[in-house]
Each structure stands twice: as C-alpha cells, then as structure tokens.
C-alpha cells in the first residue's frame, strides 16, 4: 500500500483552505485520512503554513511520499530540507502588525497652519484676465 502526503480541500468555492493528511494513493482527494498532520490557508496575506514537523519526519521515514504542492510547503517549512540533511531555508515571513494610520508626524507634518489657500478663485482670475486684455486694447488704439 502506498502512503502519500496530500493536500485535503475545504471551505467555500473562492476561499479554499486545505489539510495536509496522510493517506492511501488510492483514495479521493477528500476522502479518508489516516492522519492530519498540518494546515494550508492560502488566501490569507501572508499565507498561513502549520505543519506538525514530528510527524512529517516520521512519515517521510516510513516511506510516505509527498505531492508536488505538499512537497512545495515542505521546503518553504525546511521539513524536507531536514529529512534530506541539505541546509534549512530562511525563515517565513512573519505577518506584520499593521496601524490604522500612520502617525501625521511620521509623514514629516507639522501643525503651524499656512493661512489661506494658494491658489486664488476662478472668478478672480476672469476678472483679471479681461482687465489686462481691455488694457493691450487701450494701448493698441
């Protein structure tokens, strides 16, 4: 009997997220499992990887062969990189913690006020417009 590690499917149509199981090559994807052995939720930002490292490294010891994706979350993990003696990755990202704004004084403002606007109203600018042109008239006649 073959043993694979494979990816289990659940949630909704666009959210998707998914069990890293043990299970027979036989069965479907979401079918039976003889153990569940980690998580996957890929729409999250970043992406939310648990993977029990202790039962990994005994079911690539026993035999147990993973799928491409599985194979993919193992490395970025470093599990296979410990089951084959090879150098662990660097670390995954960790999810910052976002403010709900950035502080006024960290984008370089001050609070002195400048006054009025700079730029004038557009009924002023007609009026002066028309004035310097009823004075190039005056001039040329």
């Known amino acids: 009997m073959a043993v694979k590690i494979k990816l289990k499917r659940l949630g909704k149509i666009r959210s998707p ?10 069965t479907r994807r979401d079918g039976r499992a003889i ?23 005994y079911w690539l010891s026993v035999g147990a062969q993973p799928t491409e994706p599985v194979l993919a979350i193992l490395k970025k993990t470093g599990d296979w990189q410990k089951h084959k003696g090879e150098p662990a990755p660097p670390p995954l990202l960790q ?8 502080a006024f ?3 370089g403002g001050d609070d002195t006020g400048k006054g009025e606007a700079i730029t004038q109203k557009k009924k002023a ?11 190039a008239a005056q001039t040329e006649g």
């Open 17 to 26: 997220h998914y069990r890293i199981i043990v299970a027979d090559s036989r």
């Open 35 to 57: 153990e569940e052995i980690g998580l996957y939720h890929p729409v999250q930002n970043p992406s939310r990887i648990e993977v029990d490292a202790e039962r990994v490294a």
């Open 95 to 102: 999810p910052e913690e976002k403010s709900a704004k950035p």
């Open 105 to 107: 004084e960290s984008l």
């Open 125 to 135: 600018d007609k009026k002066a417009d028309d004035a310097e042109a009823s004075d």
